[in-house]
Nanobody
Framework: QVQLVESGGGLVQAGGSLRLSCAAS????????AGWYRQAPGKQRELVAG???????NYADSGKGRFTISRDNAKNTVYLQMNNLKPEDTAVYYC?????????WGQGTQVTVSS
């Protein structure tokens, strides 16, 4: 059974930075596509960034130029570096990973940006 464990969320002032991590553990596997979604109160979950196994990336317009997604295949870990955070970035951030024929989700980590 694969598990995704997120870390790195917290409270930060506007303009600050956070680095989220998503570590996959469990049976032997290969992470294919992976990425991050977020959900703010009262809003739908939205894509933040995605990364393919070979490292191709895509970003929502809201994070372009501020967020960077990366991965360490040897550690089965995906990262999201978030700089110049804004209050509108406040949300629960969820990582996902496509492994074999299934998609797995983390439990979510809260990011709160104060103005």
């Amino acid at each position: 059974q694969v598990q995704l464990v997120e870390s790195g969320g917290g409270l930060v002032q506007a303009g600050g930075s956070l680095r989220l991590s998503c570590a996959a553990s469990g049976s032997t596997f290969t992470i294919n596509a992976a990425g991050w979604y977020r959900q703010a109160p009262g809003k739908q979950r939205e894509l933040v960034a995605g990364i393919s196994r070979r490292g191709d990336t895509n970003y929502a317009d809201s994070g372009k130029g501020r967020f960077t997604i990366s991965r360490d295949n040897a550690k089965n870990t995906v990262y999201l570096q978030m700089n110049n955070l804004k209050p509108e970035d406040t949300a629960v951030y969820y990582c996902y990973a496509a492994i074999n024929a299934a998609t797995y989700w983390g439990q979510g980590t809260q990011v709160t940006v104060s103005s």
